[in-house]
């Protein structure tokens, strides 16, 4: 059974940093390229970055290019967003998601449920 | 403002069929596969479609999936309590290299 569980969310004052992470099991981690979506509650979902099975390729949204790092380590099974000059709008619930195939941003069977990021001072 | 819109809200009593509509452009869904995910309250999404019209094991046949040009449309037919839920589809952008997701549509069963 696939299993993603987020952690590393809290409160944290803008232009702070902080490191989520995703520990993956269930499935060959690494053939799989992995995304963060993220959540205002009671708003709409919105994609933030993904990385390829093998951490060639990597995308981001506009909103977060320039401040947020995704990055994995295959031997621990983890996916990591690390976030930089956060800012009140990044305040969400942030989802790490299993892709379809190892490369590209496909679709998502498997979610996480998520921690939460709150930026406020 | 989302880049794929679609209605805000949809509703239909038990047994109907409610359609919702996912509008884009050429740079998104005129040249990609649409997806759609449903969200019940307090949970993470599902997918439901994949590849604009492929149900995943699982997924009942009543949930259909339809492109056309630069919209799409899922449909839900013999509608139940337990749809009541966000429906939200997804493409990747070429012009924004990203994926994209509609703002979603609420679902009521009345």
């Known amino acids: 059974e696939v299993q993603l569980l987020e952690s590393g969310g809290r409160l944290i004052k803008p232009g702070g940093s902080l490191t989520l992470s995703c520990a993956a099991s269930?499935?060959?981690?690494?053939?799989?390229?992995m995304s963060w979506v993220r959540q205002v509650p009671g708003k709409g979902l919105e994609w933030v970055s993904g990385?390829?099975?093998?951490?060639?390729?990597?995308y981001y949204a506009d909103s977060v290019k320039g401040r947020f790092t995704v990055s994995r380590d295959n031997s621990q099974n983890t996916l990591f967003l690390q976030m930089d000059s956060l800012r009140v709008e990044d305040t969400a619930i942030y989802y790490c998601?299993?892709?379809?195939?190892?490369?590209?941003?496909?679709?998502?069977?498997?979610w996480g449920q998520g921690t939460l990021v709150t930026v406020s001072s | 403002q989302s880049v794929l819109t679609q209605s805000p809200s949809a509703s239909g009593t038990p047994g109907q069929t409610v359609t919702i509509s996912c509008s884009g452009s050429?740079?998104?869904?005129?040249?990609?596969?649409v997806y759609w995910y449903q969200q019940l309250p307090g949970t993470a999404p599902k997918l439901l479609i994949y590849?604009?019209?492929q149900r995943p094991s699982g997924v009942p046949d009543r949930i259909s999936g339809s492109k056309s040009g630069t919209s799409a449309s899922l449909a839900i037919s013999g509608l139940q309590s337990d749809d009541e839920a966000d429906y939200y589809c997804?493409?990747?952008?070429?012009?924004?290299?990203?994926?994209?997701f509609g703002g979603g549509t609420k679902v009521t069963v009345l």
């Open positions: 998601v299993k892709d379809v195939g190892g490369i590209a941003v496909e679709y998502f069977q498997h």
């Open positions: 269930g499935f060959a981690f690494g053939h799989y390229a």
């Open positions: 990385i390829s099975g093998t951490s060639g390729f990597t």
């Open positions: 050429r740079s998104n869904i005129g040249s990609n596969f």
């Open positions: 590849r604009n019209d």
């Open positions: 997804a493409t990747w952008d070429d012009t924004l290299s990203s994926l994209v």
